[in-house]
């Protein structure tokens, strides 16, 4: 079974920019989640989404937005790009909900986003 | 509301020697807790899970964990290093009814000392 699938890997975007990063689930999985890493800040929760419905949102500002396909597929967008949303951004899927015990979270490898 | 407290960001042992890495926990519900691994560039692996029964848990690559309610704490333990155990290694903590998401402590950087 293939795993959680980001892209693109990197990403080097100026500042005021957008971007749009996608997270392709295990298949099957139904929740996906997005965290953003960075040294000083260590792992933020963004969001979950679940059978296209966001379900939780972490204390970000309305310029990091996301949204769930259909198919689970999900995308999150950063406009306005300031230097300090340079970071990882990691998606993980579960079959249900985050958190639901035995539903643990797969994560994907990431998008290395540098903003200049 | 949870939370996650892991004690030492950074952590030396050598080859062969005992690895303990330390987390504790804030949860006002029975909580659900896990152990995830980093290796550079990539994403997080799980490393073993507590939901309910047994406290001690075992999980991959030869680590194991403790749940201890009295003390709030969910330790890693691996009884001999191996240099492929260097990485970054992060417990989490969700509670048992699912209503929270997953929070991750700040993470503990391994490092194996030939």
């Known amino acids: 079974k293939a795993g959680v699938t980001q892209t693109p890997r990197y990403l080097i975007k100026t500042r005021g920019q957008q971007v749009t990063l996608s997270c392709s689930p295990i298949s099957g999985h139904r929740s996906v989640s997005w965290y953003q890493q960075t040294p000083g800040q260590g792992l933020q929760f963004l969001f979950e989404y679940f059978s296209e419905t966001q379900r939780n949102k972490g204390n970000f500002p309305g310029r990091f937005s996301g949204r769930q396909f259909s198919n689970s597929r999900s995308e999150m967008n950063v406009s306005t790009l300031e230097l300090g949303d340079s970071a990882l951004y990691l998606c993980?899927?579960?079959?249900?909900?985050?958190?639901?015990?035995?539903?643990?979270?797969?994560f994907g490898n990431g998008t290395r986003l540098t903003v200049t | 509301a949870q939370s996650v407290t892991q004690l030492g960001s950074h952590v030396s042992v050598s080859e062969g020697a005992l690895v303990l890495l330390r987390c504790n926990y804030s949860s006002s519900v029975p909580p659900y807790l896990f152990w995830y691994v980093q290796y550079p560039n990539q994403g997080l692996q799980l490393l073993l899970k507590?939901?309910?029964?047994?406290?001690l848990v075992k999980g991959i690559n030869g680590f194991e964990a403790e749940f201890k309610k009295s003390e709030t704490s969910f330790h890693l333990t691996k009884p001999s290093a191996h240099m492929s155990d260097a990485a970054e290694y992060f417990c989490a903590v969700s509670d048992s009814f699912g209503n929270e998401k997953l929070t991750f402590g700040t993470g503990t950087r391994l490092t194996i000392i030939p």
């Open positions: 507590y939901t309910t029964g047994a406290t």
């Open positions: 993980a899927s579960s079959p249900n909900p985050s958190g639901t015990g035995n539903s643990p979270l797969h």
